[in-house]
């Protein structure tokens, strides 16, 4: 991935904005920055105890902190808008036996998600197939989505590192703002030119909230949970390890859900020096009623070197 593309959406102008739109009252003004700013855009989902979305709090109820210090937000949002998202489905020899549940779990992913997403699947087992049509990157129609899922035949070995490469770089060419991906696989590799240490990297420096789903034969020796509750952690989404198939198909419309009703939170981080380095993120809710609620936002990303930055370029989104 090009240095020049900068996480989690940083460095947008504002100069052509200002010169292009007719003046508008200050509450309606879209968030606009300098050419020398970033900016931090981040997606969470806030859940309660039960595992319910909440979806009706306000920008005063967030706090965001960066390497321990309280950052002031300048860019909320709560709108179901379309996502570019990418459904990464493992077709290796060891998902067989799995592979009906998953294709029918999918689809309910897909009918439980914005008819606007623009969607493409990956199918994975020696190597990494784009599911859809060389000359379509991305649909929106259920029976072209319905096709691409059946085009994985299991059989073979797991190039899941190669996957992951593939899906988040095809990520980028998506138009909608918000990006993700739904993995589903049992987290090992053994077939891969890539290495995981690459993969976390593409990890932190996109915008992608990435979910998990890992499903495992007792006999499985190659079968990584680890890597899969890394991937959404560092992300900001979830990893799922149901107990049987049977719960596959209602987790898939949980993440659908949860993609659904996430809030955008945004903030300029104060640099230190022109280097580049790694910077943790903690995001909290107050609640007036002081209910317990749980945070799902990405970890880290890795802010770039500040002349990596191109003026006048609204990147990495």
């Given at each position: 991935m090009l240095r020049d593309i900068l996480i989690l959406g940083l460095a947008v102008t504002a100069q052509a904005l200002l010169t292009q739109a007719p003046p508008v009252p200050p509450s309606e003004r879209p968030f606009q920055l300098s050419t020398t700013a970033e900016l931090v855009l981040?997606?969470?989902?806030?859940?309660?105890a039960e595992g319910e979305h909440v979806w009706n709090l306000k920008k005063e109820d967030f706090k965001v902190y960066e390497d321990g210090k309280l950052q002031h937000i300048t860019h909320f949002a709560s709108d179901d808008v379309p996502v570019t998202v990418g459904l990464?489905?493992?077709?290796?020899g060891s998902m067989r036996p799995k592979y009906d549940h998953m294709v029918t779990a999918a689809m309910a992913f897909i009918k439980a998600s914005n008819r606007a997403d623009?969607?493409?699947v990956v199918n994975f087992g020696d190597g990494v197939t784009h599911g859809l049509p060389d000359n379509l990157p991305f649909s929106s129609d259920l029976a072209q989505l319905r096709a691409a899922l059946a085009t994985g035949r299991p059989a073979g070995r797991t190039a899941l590192h190669d996957a992951m490469v593939y899906s988040l770089?095809?990520?980028q060419k998506g138009k909608c703002e918000r990006k993700a991906l739904m993995l589903v696989s049992d987290g090992g590799d053994n077939s891969s030119t890539h290495l995981e240490a690459e993969v976390m990297r593409m990890v932190r420096e996109s915008r992608a909230t990435i979910y998990t789903?890992?499903?495992f034969d007792a006999e499985d020796h190659d079968r990584n949970p680890g890597l899969l509750r890394r991937l959404a952690q560092m992300s900001g989404g979830e990893a799922f390890l149901p107990e049987s198939l049977e719960q596959v198909g209602?987790?898939?419309q949980q993440i659908a859900s949860?993609?659904?009703t996430r809030y955008t939170i945004g903030y300029v981080p104060v640099r230190s020096g022109e280097q580049g380095a790694s910077r943790k993120i903690r995001v909290t809710v107050a609640t007036p009623g002081g209910k317990k609620l749980a945070v799902h936002t990405r970890t880290s990303y890795d802010l770039p070197p500040s002349h990596a930055l191109q003026p006048s370029r609204k990147t990495g989104v």
């Open positions: 981040l997606d969470v989902s806030v859940e309660t990464v489905i493992d077709t290796s623009e969607v493409f770089t095809h990520l789903i890992g499903l209602n987790i898939c949860d993609i659904r």
